[in-house]
């Protein structure tokens, strides 16, 4: 046999025996199998000194790595660091808003830990001055999460008061104060936001909630009343003219487009045309 | 320019041009650059922040190799197959030959870097970037610094070996990205010579830091006029002195 060929039988030997090895070497590891892993970080400071002069290329490697690491399900403690590894992602590139973001909503999503998630997007409140988001998704999950409208509406307020801040937030803000049952203040935050509309989409938005505020707040005065009618002349009122007729209401109420409310004088029953259930706590 | 000063810049650029490393870098270079749009999949969120890093990073790192390795063969190569004795005995100072042989590798840079810049610009507007003004200063900036590391790798090419030189120039390079930590450094020292001491490294080392400004244009944070003057004139200040200092070497060195 030549030399050439001794070669060619070598090459391919090694390379048999190698993918031997590696198959023996699987054997021993299960890949998709529950396991636990740490994280072993040096702290933000410390990694930005040491990117020198790469701090964008090693935060978006951290974050990118962050992201394949969060979306393991197998690993059982993989929410024991991730408030560092976010920490440091944020203290490498303190303006880069994704980490913030996607690292606060697997903290509550995934983590359930809504407190660390507000405490990541208040450090990126506090870092971007003028930047709504961070505002915004805290108020969210005070909102979804906590159900905590009353912080929810802090956030809100802040986010707000951004320059750059969206109609939208100020839409969110009247529908917290709405269910944290304050019908009067959430009606003339509507009613501002009716008024000023710019676009259809936010003009529809407030009339529905204001339709929805006012038939909140009309329907159990007037199921209230036509009880109180029923007792005083033992029979259910006619119509719901027969409740002003009798002095127990000045005048009846109509819905926010005017329109009457529908009375079913055979049972007594009171409802509005439209039910947003959507809007329901 | 002197005759003599352009004759050795534009042959430093051949010689520099003909080598097979310049090319294996520039290629590198542009195929780590383009390889940004697969790593900006991986991301979440605003690709296009991940495809400028990645990319600008890529043109970063090869450009210093580039200038790196170019620069510490140049006047020791010369040196070490004893051309250098052919070219000082014509009419032309030891003054001139080093200011060639930088003119020439800043022309390199310019190529390489050019080159680099050219399709990166076409490759974030096709991935619909469109054109940032921002990275073009960003390249602007980043070629001060490439003139910088190619003066101190001439300077350390002028009286040692390419390996030596390699380490200084390397060594230079990474502590200049980290010069702003001097600054903090020094206000944890409580002997005051120390001080004094940390301050002058602070002002005799090069800063580099000054024209990394990669995460302003990938941000789009407002960047200072004033800061990117006083950056220019920086680079030009110390470019020269390094000059200088290589030419006072290079004059006091015996050649056998």
């Given at each position: 046999m030549t030399r050439r060929r001794w070669l060619a039988v070598a090459a391919l030997s090694g390379l048999l025996l190698a993918a031997g090895m590696q198959q023996r070497y699987d054997s021993t590891v299960?890949?998709?199998g529950e396991r636990s892993a740490f994280v072993s970080l040096p702290p933000g400071k410390t990694l930005r000194i040491l990117s020198f002069g790469y701090r964008n290329l090693v935060a978006d490697m951290l974050f990118i790595w962050s992201i394949q690491f969060y979306s393991t399900?197998?690993?059982?403690?993989?929410?024991?660091f991730i408030e560092r590894v976010y920490d440091t992602i944020t203290d490498i590139t303190?303006?880069?808003?994704e980490p913030y973001i996607i690292g606060s909503l697997i903290m509550a999503?995934?983590?359930?830990?809504v407190p660390m998630a507000l405490r990541l997007l208040d450090k990126g409140s506090r870092l971007n001055p003028g930047e709504w988001i961070f505002d915004h998704d805290a108020g969210f999950y005070c909102y979804k999460y906590l159900k905590d409208y009353t912080k929810a509406e802090e956030y809100y307020n802040r986010a707000a008061?951004?320059?750059?801040?969206?109609v939208f937030i100020k839409r969110m803000k009247a529908h917290l104060v709405y269910l944290r049952d304050d019908p009067e203040v959430a009606t003339r935050m509507w009613l501002d936001i009716y008024r000023s509309a710019e676009d259809t989409l936010t003009r529809d938005s407030a009339f529905n909630h204001l339709y929805q505020i006012k038939a909140e707040t009309d329907l159990p005065l007037l199921r209230e009343r036509i009880v109180e009618y029923q007792r005083r002349y033992r029979r259910l009122p006619a119509a719901l003219s027969d409740l002003a007729r009798a002095g127990l209401v000045r005048e009846v109420p109509r819905d926010f487009s005017g329109n009457e409310y529908i009375y079913d004088p055979a049972v007594g029953t009171v409802t509005a045309q439209r039910i947003f259930r959507w809007k329901k706590r | 320019m002197k005759p003599a000063i352009r004759g050795i810049a534009v042959n430093t650029f051949r010689e520099s041009a003909r080598n097979k490393m310049f090319y294996l870098l520039v290629f590198f270079g542009i195929l780590f650059a383009l390889s940004s749009k697969l790593v900006s999949?991986?991301?979440?969120?605003?690709?296009m922040k991940v495809l400028k890093d990645t990319g600008l990073a890529a043109i970063n790192f090869f450009c210093v190799l580039i200038a790196i390795f170019t620069g510490i063969n140049l006047v020791y190569k010369e040196i070490e197959k004893k051309t250098v004795f052919n070219i000082l005995s014509k009419p032309l100072s030891r003054d001139e030959f080093i200011a060639g042989k930088f003119l020439g590798l800043a022309l390199t840079m310019l190529t390489a870097l050019g080159a680099m810049a050219v399709i990166f610009f076409a490759f974030v507007a096709v991935s619909?970037?469109?054109?940032?003004l921002g990275i073009l200063l960003y390249f602007f900036m980043l070629y001060l610094e490439l003139l910088v590391i190619v003066a101190i790798s001439l300077l350390f090419s002028s009286f040692t070996t390419p390996i030596l030189s390699f380490i200084f120039t390397v060594s230079l390079y990474l502590i200049g990205q980290v010069m702003w930590t001097f600054n903090e450094f020094?206000?944890?020292?409580?002997i005051p010579l120390w001080r004094v001491f940390t301050q002058g490294l602070y002002y005799l080392l090069?800063?580099?830091?000054?024209?990394?400004i990669k995460n302003e244009v990938v941000m789009g944070t407002a960047i200072d006029p004033w800061s990117v003057l006083f950056s220019v004139l920086y680079a030009l200040a110390y470019v020269l002195a390094l000059l200088a200092l290589t030419v006072l070497i290079f004059r006091r060195r015996e050649f056998q």
């Amino acid at each position: 046999m030549t030399r050439r060929r001794w070669l060619a039988v070598a090459a391919l030997s090694g390379l048999l025996l190698a993918a031997g090895m590696q198959q023996r070497y699987d054997s021993t590891v299960d890949y998709f199998g529950e396991r636990s892993a740490f994280v072993s970080l040096p702290p933000g400071k410390t990694l930005r000194i040491l990117s020198f002069g790469y701090r964008n290329l090693v935060a978006d490697m951290l974050f990118i790595w962050s992201i394949q690491f969060y979306s393991t399900y197998n690993i059982r403690n993989r929410f024991d660091f991730i408030e560092r590894v976010y920490d440091t992602i944020t203290d490498i590139t303190p303006e880069y808003k994704e980490p913030y973001i996607i690292g606060s909503l697997i903290m509550a999503h995934e983590a359930q830990d809504v407190p660390m998630a507000l405490r990541l997007l208040d450090k990126g409140s506090r870092l971007n001055p003028g930047e709504w988001i961070f505002d915004h998704d805290a108020g969210f999950y005070c909102y979804k999460y906590l159900k905590d409208y009353t912080k929810a509406e802090e956030y809100y307020n802040r986010a707000a008061a951004n320059p750059g801040a969206p109609v939208f937030i100020k839409r969110m803000k009247a529908h917290l104060v709405y269910l944290r049952d304050d019908p009067e203040v959430a009606t003339r935050m509507w009613l501002d936001i009716y008024r000023s509309a710019e676009d259809t989409l936010t003009r529809d938005s407030a009339f529905n909630h204001l339709y929805q505020i006012k038939a909140e707040t009309d329907l159990p005065l007037l199921r209230e009343r036509i009880v109180e009618y029923q007792r005083r002349y033992r029979r259910l009122p006619a119509a719901l003219s027969d409740l002003a007729r009798a002095g127990l209401v000045r005048e009846v109420p109509r819905d926010f487009s005017g329109n009457e409310y529908i009375y079913d004088p055979a049972v007594g029953t009171v409802t509005a045309q439209r039910i947003f259930r959507w809007k329901k706590r | 320019m002197k005759p003599a000063i352009r004759g050795i810049a534009v042959n430093t650029f051949r010689e520099s041009a003909r080598n097979k490393m310049f090319y294996l870098l520039v290629f590198f270079g542009i195929l780590f650059a383009l390889s940004s749009k697969l790593v900006s999949f991986l991301t979440l969120g605003d690709a296009m922040k991940v495809l400028k890093d990645t990319g600008l990073a890529a043109i970063n790192f090869f450009c210093v190799l580039i200038a790196i390795f170019t620069g510490i063969n140049l006047v020791y190569k010369e040196i070490e197959k004893k051309t250098v004795f052919n070219i000082l005995s014509k009419p032309l100072s030891r003054d001139e030959f080093i200011a060639g042989k930088f003119l020439g590798l800043a022309l390199t840079m310019l190529t390489a870097l050019g080159a680099m810049a050219v399709i990166f610009f076409a490759f974030v507007a096709v991935s619909g970037g469109g054109f940032d003004l921002g990275i073009l200063l960003y390249f602007f900036m980043l070629y001060l610094e490439l003139l910088v590391i190619v003066a101190i790798s001439l300077l350390f090419s002028s009286f040692t070996t390419p390996i030596l030189s390699f380490i200084f120039t390397v060594s230079l390079y990474l502590i200049g990205q980290v010069m702003w930590t001097f600054n903090e450094f020094k206000d944890y020292l409580a002997i005051p010579l120390w001080r004094v001491f940390t301050q002058g490294l602070y002002y005799l080392l090069p800063n580099l830091h000054k024209f990394n400004i990669k995460n302003e244009v990938v941000m789009g944070t407002a960047i200072d006029p004033w800061s990117v003057l006083f950056s220019v004139l920086y680079a030009l200040a110390y470019v020269l002195a390094l000059l200088a200092l290589t030419v006072l070497i290079f004059r006091r060195r015996e050649f056998q």
